[in-house]
């Protein structure tokens, strides 16, 4: 039997082990060996996104719409697995800039603005206090439902309770002590709340089991399994219809839920409190990047199954969904399960409402509470010598504020709405924080006035679209107001501004809040100017993977040490401020107690320190307060920016510069070796035609002045030495011939002469040519050329020299005794091949390709010295080439040499002309 | 004893010339067409000059004036050379080599005997 007393002890047992378990999590922080510093921890830790309304209100919400109660949970899920570089670039932010909370952050980003700050701040706590009153519903509700077990009867409003009667204040009141207890244990609240975060884990996982088992009980004891309860739920035409078709604005609606998600799992203070604030490793978001989402899909796997049960059991009017989890375990009399039922959603709301508390009171604290409390002179706060007592102090009292704020919510409104649609009011107000932090993190000309502006518009209009028709209902405002506008225009209902009508009320508020945000933020962003401490800040945000620390270069000004520690000892207690310096030294290798000025350096880092205790703003104007001079003027600051993201870019195009400038100087290299060695080759070559007209020309003059002076030599010497200088005359005649030819031939001047010829009228030409010299030199000659080659196109004259050459060559080189040359033709493939071979000592294969070039005479080892140009195969291949042949020779030392070279028979008219 | 020179050159008509000359102005000649055959002429009989053309077959003008001067028993041999390559850096190559003297091709005859006549006088 489930009596008040027993639920009351559950649930006081239950918290008292959230207290143990945090202080057990502290205790290891001291003693430094963390609890939470692992990424499974860290993933479950996130899971606080499940709340109350995610183990009750899933399963109304199912009951009432069919499948779109997973959109809340798919619009993280893609976060997560799609945009996790958005969530590492603002954990990486935050760290850098020990960040605190999410009003912290945009304010940082946009200036250290405290009235940015504020501003979020009142966003965050107006849009987020019915989220929590929503918590304390919930368990009130299941509380008061449990109490009448056996019985299922729906509690009436619980306004009608005397307060003090009402279990969710004292729960309210309770889940304020913890939050009291392990979320302002430091007065830096960029440190983590290891306690808490451990605390926080547990509850995951106590709800995903409470929650399972419940489902799994609904489903498989009381039901046969899936099988049996969709079979039965298909049966009903009423279920059938909810699970089967779609509402008519399904799409529209499915899409604002989703967005609505995809923010909320950023910008809910709670998730950012977790995610950023708590965040140890920045690796864990790795592991946590699809551990957060098998954790939505297990804890969704049992909603729809619950609802069709609840559905089968119960009429709709008899029950309120919510509480489908709840009443089906006691109506299938089974105690034990509805009170884990009624734990698991204890401890889903509890968890919310302690972190959601605790973020809201750092933000509360520290930029509302304090910029207000620094500015008015009378209270002489800035003389005080130690501040952090009455921080902790306004954290505390703002925890208590917050959650009596919430209940009283909760006690006046909260009855007129479901779980799920308050819920989703919070969210719609969370969202508006998107567009500023998205903006801010990768659009560095996003500023002040544009996020202001985004933001209040954004504020102004969810208040007039979503939380004016929610006084409505619940009787403080006339109904007239939602149809007719209000002064009765009729232009501006707040559920069809300027007749957008045919939305339901939430993608309606979402599209006008989103419109009007994210159009004020960048028009606004777009029309005014940075200031030059935004421009910096801007940069440190946008570039912060590029940039090691913050941008300390800017800080002009000087403090003194003894000034800047003053400052510290009253924000963060002596001791603290005490070890923070002494780190601070240890790290430089420095001793503060000699120095007098703090450098730039010095200056940045109480700075940083300060902004973990009371935030960006406030600690900027703190610091202002001791240090003399200035962050530099915008020109400058914007002159050294653009200089360091100009050198950046620079460098890298020089980067890039210099790798194309490697190649193309190597490819140069290679140019200019290839130019030398041509030109090497030209001077090779004048040099050595120089040599090669010099030498018969020194026998010409040399014969000619010995002629000359001696006129009485004797008649045989005078006709041996003229002799000499007529074959000298011809050898230099012919020597100039053939490089004039070559020359021509390498430079394409030459004048081919191109016509029909036979091969066999062509070598009887060239063989009366050479005739002498056979003559002469007594070699046998063997000609074979057979009668019916085909006629081939060639310059008739040139092919005559490349068979005088060949055949002169062979005559010079064949057996000085019994020399023999065999010239033979022969058709092959489509070529008519011409071989002259010789019984000379032959060519080494070495020295076989060289022959062809200019003046690579190889000589005969036994006579000292070759006659001839050393131009003719030189020749001879060019003219071979220019007719599409080639031309090669086939020797082994000793055993003769046969040249030969392919004439194309069928010569294409167009290599012709 | 009249001096000797001998005529180096793989250019027969050249070293006919070459021949010639030094016989009209006096001199033993011997002749060698390359400078293997050189180098052996100068180790059976050293001359008291060598006219040596630069460019040859084998062992080049270059090579046998330094076999030469790699040798002190043969310091007091004089050498011109002889060459139809008419860049400075080779006249420098030559000189650097120990060459006593260095003429270009074509050359006039009688410049040769007289520069050889300076190195050797005929009856000295």
């Not at chain 1, 000309?445 to 679209?465: K, P």
């Not at chain 1, 006629?791 to 010079?812: F, M, T």
């Not at chain 2, 062992?59 to 004089?78: E, L, S, Y």
Request: hydrophobic share 50%; glycine share 8%; proline share 4%.
């Amino acid at each position: 039997m489930l009596s008040p007393g027993i639920i009351l002890l559950a649930a006081f047992g239950y918290l008292c082990l959230l207290f143990a378990i945090a202080y057990y999590g502290d205790k290891r922080a001291d003693a430094g060996r963390s609890l939470v510093a692992n990424p499974y921890i860290y993933a479950l830790s996130i899971a606080v996104y499940c709340t109350a309304w995610t183990f009750f209100g899933s399963v109304g919400r199912a009951a009432a719409n069919g499948m779109d109660f997973l959109t809340i949970y798919l619009g993280p899920t893609l976060v997560f697995v799609l945009c996790w570089f958005i969530l590492r670039k603002i954990v990486r932010i935050s760290k850098v800039n020990r960040i605190t909370s999410i009003a912290d952050f945009i304010s940082a980003r946009y200036g250290k603005t405290q009235l940015l700050g504020g501003l979020v701040t009142v966003i965050a706590v107006v849009g987020i206090v019915p989220y929590i009153s929503l918590q304390l519903k919930a368990v009130s509700s299941s509380f008061n439902v449990l109490i009448h077990y056996p019985d299922v009867t729906m509690p009436g409003a619980v306004s009608t309770l005397p307060m003090f009667q009402d279990t969710a204040l004292y729960v309210a009141l309770i889940l304020a002590t913890f939050s009291i207890l392990f979320g302002t244990r430091h007065i830096d609240a960029s440190e983590h709340h290891e306690g808490m975060v451990a605390a926080i884990a547990f509850e995951s996982v106590v709800k995903l089991v409470a929650f399972l088992s419940v489902g799994a009980f609904i489903a498989f004891g009381i039901h046969d399994g899936f099988d049996d309860l969709f079979a039965k739920a298909m049966a009903e035409p009423e279920i059938r219809r909810l699970l089967t078709t779609a509402p008519a604005s399904a799409f529209g609606n499915w899409m604002t839920l989703m967005v609505l998600s995809m923010a909320a799992i950023v910008c809910l203070p709670r998730q950012w409190h977790v995610t950023v604030v708590e965040n140890v490793d920045e690796n864990h978001l790795d592991k946590a990047v699809w551990l957060f989402p098998l954790y939505l899909l297990l804890i969704n796997i049992f909603v729809l199954p619950v609802a069709v049960a609840g559905l089968l059991a119960f009429r709709p009017e008899q029950v309120d969904a919510d509480m489908y989890v709840l009443v089906l375990p006691m109506l299938a009399r089974q105690e034990g399960v509805a009170l884990i039922a009624f734990i698991g959603g204890l401890s889903a709301a509890t968890g919310m409402v302690i972190v959601e508390t605790v973020a809201l009171s750092t933000m509360v604290c520290n930029d509302l509470v304090m910029p207000v409390l620094l500015r008015w002179r009378w209270l002489r706060l800035t003389e005080r010598a130690d501040l952090s007592r009455l921080l902790l102090g306004i954290r505390r009292g703002s925890i208590v504020g917050v959650v009596l704020l919430s209940y009283l919510y909760f006690r006046l409104i909260g009855e007129s709405y479901a779980l799920v649609t308050i819920g989703l009011v919070s969210f719609t107000a969370a969202a508006q924080f998107a567009p500023a932090i998205i903006g801010g993190i990768f659009w560095k000309s996003g500023n002040r006035w544009g996020a202001l502006a985004g933001l209040g518009a954004g504020f102004l209009t969810w208040g007039y679209t979503l939380l004016l028709p929610s006084f409505v209902r619940s009787g403080w405002l006339d109904a007239e107001i939602l149809t007719a506008g209000p002064f009765g225009m009729g232009v501006l209902p707040p559920q069809a501004l300027f007749g957008l009508t045919g939305l339901d009320p939430l993608t309606h508020a979402l599209f006008w809040t989103m419109l009007v945000n994210v159009g004020a933020y960048i028009g606004v962003s777009l029309l005014t100017h940075q200031s030059a401490l935004e421009r910096i800040q801007a940069s440190t945000f946008v570039d912060v993977f590029r940039r090691g620390g913050a941008g300390q270069r800017f800080w002009r000004g000087t403090a003194t040490v003894a000034d800047l520690e003053a400052l510290l000892v009253r924000f963060i207690g002596a001791p603290r401020a005490r070890q923070a310096l002494a780190d601070y030294a240890r790290q430089r290798d420095l001793n503060l107690g000699k120095l007098n000025d703090a450098d730039a350096d010095l200056v940045q880092y109480v700075e940083r320190l300060l902004a973990g205790a009371i935030g960006a703003a406030s600690a900027r104007v703190m610091i202002a307060s001791v240090a003399k001079g200035e962050i530099m003027s915008l020109d400058e600051v914007m002159a050294i920016l653009d200089e360091a993201s100009q050198i950046i870019e620079y460098s890298r195009r020089l980067e890039q510069k210099s790798q194309e400038l490697e190649v193309t100087s190597a490819e140069l290299r290679a140019a200019n070796e290839r130019l030398k060695e041509l030109d090497r080759m030209k001077d090779d070559f004048i040099s050595t035609v120089s040599h090669e007209l010099r030498t018969p020309l020194t026998s010409i003059r040399s014969f000619g002045e010995i002629l000359f002076d001696n006129p009485t030599l004797d008649i045989e010497q005078r006709r041996e030495f003229l002799g000499i200088i007529v074959k000298e005359s011809e050898r230099l005649t012919r020597l100039i011939n053939q490089i004039l030819d070559l020359a021509k031939m390498e430079a394409g001047r030459m004048d081919w002469q191109i016509a029909k010829v036979e091969l066999k009228d062509v070598v009887a030409d060239a063989l009366a040519v050479t005739r002498g010299l056979f003559a002469e030199r007594q070699i046998r000659l063997e000609v074979r050329v057979p009668d019916d080659l085909p006629p081939i196109e060639y310059d008739r004259d040139r092919l005559i020299q490349v068979i005088v050459n060949l055949l002169s060559n062979a005559v010079k080189f064949c057996d000085a005794r019994e020399g023999f040359v065999g010239l033979e033709a022969a058709v092959e493939g489509g070529a008519m091949r011409v071989t002259v071979r010789d019984n000379g000592p032959g060519v080494s294969q070495l020295d076989q390709p060289r022959v062809f070039e200019r003046f690579q005479q190889v000589g005969n080892t036994m006579t000292a010295k070759p006659q001839g140009t050393g131009l003719g195969l030189a020749i001879c291949r060019q003219i071979v080439e220019r007719f599409g042949g080639r031309i090669w020779v086939e020797s082994e030392p000793g055993r003769g040499a046969a040249f030969s070279f392919l004439v194309p028979i069928r010569l294409v008219a167009a290599a012709a002309q | 004893m009249a001096r000797s020179v001998l005529v180096v050159d793989d250019e027969p008509n050249i070293v006919l010339s070459l021949e010639f000359l030094m016989r009209q102005a006096g001199y033993t000649v011997r002749v060698a067409r390359d400078g293997e055959a050189a180098l052996k002429s100068v180790e059976e009989d050293p001359p008291d000059l060598i006219l040596l053309d630069v460019m040859m077959p084998k062992r080049d003008g270059f090579d046998v004036c330094q076999t030469v001067r790699a040798n002190p028993a043969w310091k007091g041999m004089r050498i011109v050379l002889l060459t139809a390559k008419g860049r400075d850096i080779e006249r420098e190559k030559g000189m650097a080599l120990g060459a006593d003297d260095y003429i270009t091709k074509p050359f006039s005859t009688r410049e040769v005997v007289q520069r050889v006549k300076q190195y050797l006088p005929p009856d000295g």
